[in-house]
């Protein structure tokens, strides 16, 4: 099955607590990228990967840190987590042929940093 | 500044009617807009997408239509039933959307029964 897991799903944790959100996706796509969810604001982007190696900021970047050693993974770096960090993590993936618009997201990840 | 708009936070629609959902957008650079409905819980899936050298994408239940010249794009859902229940999302893409999408705030829809 096609899909985007992320892990873990829930999380609780404290300031300064450095923490890592995992990101795999099994279609072997190119691009992945992290959004974040918070009442009000939508889905902003905070990291995007064009391909293993290759990353570049999204909209709302600081504090967080990405990296892309392998195709399928793309983990979420949270070197010193704040309370302003508290909110919902979505990782995306898409491929670069076909409907290279159209995203797939995981299922999400609920952040609280206390 | 928001270059994606859902003025709706929420919808509240009656079962078997049409539900019209709105989006406006700012960045005339935009060539390619697409819904996502999100359920609690879960992350957000593709409902439908529009090239903007369309004005309308029909799958089924759902009609997308884009005015260019207004900036604005709607979502029809026709006829409502109770699992339309959810957030949608309204996003934008820029060329191959190489930096990704621009989502609006998202737009809670209510079918009642």
């Known amino acids: 099955e096609a899909q985007v897991t992320q892990n873990p799903r829930y999380l609780i944790t404290v300031t300064g607590k450095k923490l890592t959100v995992t990101c795999s996706q099994n279609m072997n796509h190119e691009y992945m990228s992290w959004y974040r969810q918070d009442p009000g604001l939508g889905l902003r982007q905070i990291y995007y990967?064009?391909?293993?190696?290759?990353?570049d900021k999204g909209d709302v970047p600081e504090g967080y840190k990405v990296s892309r050693k392998e195709k399928r993974n793309f983990p979420l770096i949270l070197e010193s987590p704040s309370p302003n960090q508290t909110s919902l993590y979505f990782c995306?993936?898409?491929?670069?042929?076909?409907?290279?618009?159209?995203?797939?997201f995981g299922p999400g990840t609920r952040l609280t940093v206390t | 500044d928001q270059q994606v708009k859902q003025n709706s936070p929420s919808l509240s629609v009656q079962e078997g009617r049409i539900s019209i959902l709105n989006c406006d957008y700012t960045?005339?650079?935009?060539?390619?807009f697409l819904w996502y409905k999100k359920y609690p819980a879960e992350g957000p899936t593709f409902l439908i997408s529009?090239?903007?050298?369309?004005d309308k994408n029909e799958d089924g239940r759902f009609t997308v239509f884009l005015n260019k010249s207004a900036k604005h794009l709607s979502l029809h859902i026709v006829p409502s039933q109770p699992g339309d229940s959810a957030v949608y999302f309204c996003a934008a893409s820029v060329g191959g959307g190489a930096d990704g999408l621009t989502f609006g705030k998202g737009t809670h829809l209510i079918i009642q029964p």
């Open positions: 960045n005339s650079m935009f060539d390619y």
């Open positions: 990967s064009m391909n293993v190696e290759v990353t």
């Open positions: 529009i090239s903007s050298i369309k």
């Open positions: 995306a993936s898409r491929g670069t042929s076909g409907s290279i618009y159209e995203q797939y």
